[in-house]
């Protein structure tokens, strides 16, 4: 008995995800979720890194106090942020730096920020006179502060101000003082002429503050203000560095002469000042010989001239007392008559004689001009007393005709007394003065640079570069592990599961106990003639198989079950 049964073929091209997950095994199933679920992963992380913002320093330096405040306003404000290495700033979205700072602002914070005259903004009611110095003196304190800062050495700065308070009583009245803490920047220093700049910049601020009143001190405690009055006590730090000065002007000098003979790199020279800051002052008086009369100037003349009888008077005789000190008679000078002729000096007159003429007196003064010089001399500080220099030259490298480099010579007497003679003449050598230089010929080694080889997988920059390229290489690479790993792999299997077929086709096969295959003959007759009509089935079969599984599957699946009389019936 024999029936043609006719099989419907599904569509394959328009087959559902459904029946093709349904034709795959657990095991498959299991690894094709597992690979969509890493791939899918693998893609939020990249997008999730590719998003996060570029970070920017909101503040930098904080107190803890002002960066705690801080970063609770933050929080508040639900702002991201995080921390430089070591604490040192706050770092907050590039797009919102302005914004923050802004808003900051007009909270008060930082509260670290400097205060000035806009204190005096906020004078309540009722503020007695007491606080409103206070408050101007802050503002003031504040003012300072924010000058001083703009220095470029300077890192902070605190102003402290004494003002007394003044009375009725000019001589009672106290001067004001002030105090300048200074933190300076790492590796930087003030020289005296900057600090002479801020002590004159507290002074003029200030009314009647004397400079001398105003101290600044470092951050270490060091007074860096002299306010002494002291002067040439002792070398000071601009003594040195006008010393250092001089002795590398004339090293320079030396080294410009003799460079361009021996090469930039085959000679050292060093000069020793020895520099006189002392300050001495002299004063001298000189007076001249004396002159005749004739060549000195008169300073001053005087003559003293009198006549009468009480000009001539008789030397007191007899015994001492009463009886013989009496007192002169008038005298008797007549009214007309010329002038009786003086007696000369040393000669006596008799009585009679000094009756006989009138008496008189002369009396002539001359004071003259005494020759006197006054100098006083000051001598110039930072004066040199004496140079020493030393230089040192390398030997000379003989080129051979081919240009290769030979062995090193020393210089001959000739040249090393020429050099000689030539740093002489360029810091101006003095014998009185006691000046030396000595110059000396050496072969000079050659300095080896032995820089340790770090392995690169140690190196920084190596380092930094791979953790620059760690996230978005890693992402890539588990991308492609999961997807060729896991679901090429399963999209694999579905598109095998379900292949294309012929829509409408029908599938004759014949039922019997001795089953005729028509298909088969039919793919039999198109293939070449076999050696046996056995193998000619069996390879008609293969054929059938590959071109068509699903038919050949149903066919089996109907063997198996023994489905006659549905086959017959349909």
Request: hydrophobic share 40%; aromatic share 4%.
């Amino acid at each position: 008995m024999s029936a043609v049964v006719e099989i419907p073929v599904p569509l394959a091209t328009t087959a559902p995800w459904s029946r093709k997950l349904a034709s795959l095994d657990s095991r498959q199933r299991m690894r094709f979720a597992i690979g969509v679920v890493l791939l899918v992963g693998v893609a939020i992380a990249a997008i999730v890194i590719g998003r996060q913002p570029d970070w920017r320093v909101l503040y930098a330096n904080l107190a803890d106090k002002d960066g705690g405040a801080v970063i609770a306003q933050l929080a508040q404000m639900n702002v991201p942020y995080k921390y430089s290495e070591g604490g040192g700033a706050v770092m907050v979205p590039a797009d919102r730096v302005h914004d923050l700072r802004l808003r900051l602002a007009s909270q008060g914070l930082p509260k670290g920020s400097v205060a000035g005259f806009e204190l005096m903004e906020n004078n309540r009611f009722g503020m007695t006179q007491f606080q409103e110095k206070l408050s101007f003196q802050r503002g003031l304190e504040g003012e300072l502060t924010r000058s001083i800062q703009a220095l470029g050495s300077v890192q902070a700065a605190r102003v402290h101000l004494a003002l007394p308070n003044q009375n009725g009583f000019f001589r009672e009245q106290q001067k004001p003082t002030a105090s300048v803490l200074l933190t300076l920047h790492p590796g930087r220093t003030l020289e005296r002429n900057q600090i002479a700049g801020i002590v004159h910049l507290v002074a003029s601020s200030v009314p009647e503050l004397n400079p001398a009143a105003v101290s600044v001190v470092d951050d270490t405690g060091k007074l860096l203000s002299n306010n002494n009055n002291e002067s040439g006590s002792g070398a000071d730090a601009q003594q040195l560095q006008y010393t250092q000065q001089i002795e590398q002007q004339y090293a320079r000098r030396i080294l410009d002469m003799l460079e361009p003979m021996v090469g930039r790199q085959n000679v050292k020279a060093q000069v020793t000042a020895d520099v006189d800051f002392s300050q001495t002052e002299a004063t001298s008086e000189e007076h001249k010989p004396n002159l005749s009369a004739d060549a000195s100037a008169v300073r001053s003349q005087q003559t003293v001239e009198s006549t009468g009888a009480a000009a001539v008077a008789a030397a007191p005789s007899g015994v001492p007392g009463a009886t013989s000190n009496q007192p002169p008679g008038p005298s008797s000078a007549p009214v007309n008559g010329g002038a009786a002729p003086l007696t000369p000096a040393g000669t006596t007159a008799t009585a009679g004689a000094a009756a006989a003429r009138p008496p008189g007196k002369r009396e002539s003064t001359t004071n003259y001009e005494v020759d006197k010089t006054t100098r006083t001399v000051r001598s110039a500080t930072g004066q040199i007393k004496r140079l020493s220099a030393a230089v040192v030259i390398n030997y000379q490298s003989v080129v051979d005709a081919q240009g290769r480099p030979g062995a090193a010579t020393a210089l001959s007497a000739q040249q090393i007394e020429q050099m000689t003679a030539l740093v002489r003449e360029s810091i101006g050598f003095s014998k009185d003065r006691g000046d030396s230089v000595n110059l000396m010929n050496a072969q000079f080694l050659a300095e080896r640079n032995e820089v340790a080889e770090v392995p690169i997988w140690k190196n920084p920059q190596t380092l930094d570069t791979a953790r620059s390229f760690a996230w978005p290489i890693g992402l890539v690479l588990i991308g492609a592990i999961v997807l060729l790993g896991l679901v090429r792999p399963g999209l694999k299997t579905l598109a095998a599961a379900a292949p294309p077929q012929l829509p409408g086709s029908q599938l004759d096969a014949m039922l019997s106990e001795t089953p005729q295959r028509p298909a088969l003959a039919s793919i039999a007759e198109a293939l070449p003639p076999p050696a046996a009509p056995e193998q000619a089935r069996l390879e008609g079969a293969r054929q059938m198989a590959r071109q068509n599984p699903v038919a050949v599957a149903n066919i089996v699946k109907t063997w198996v079950n023994g489905d006659e009389a549905a086959a017959a019936s349909a």
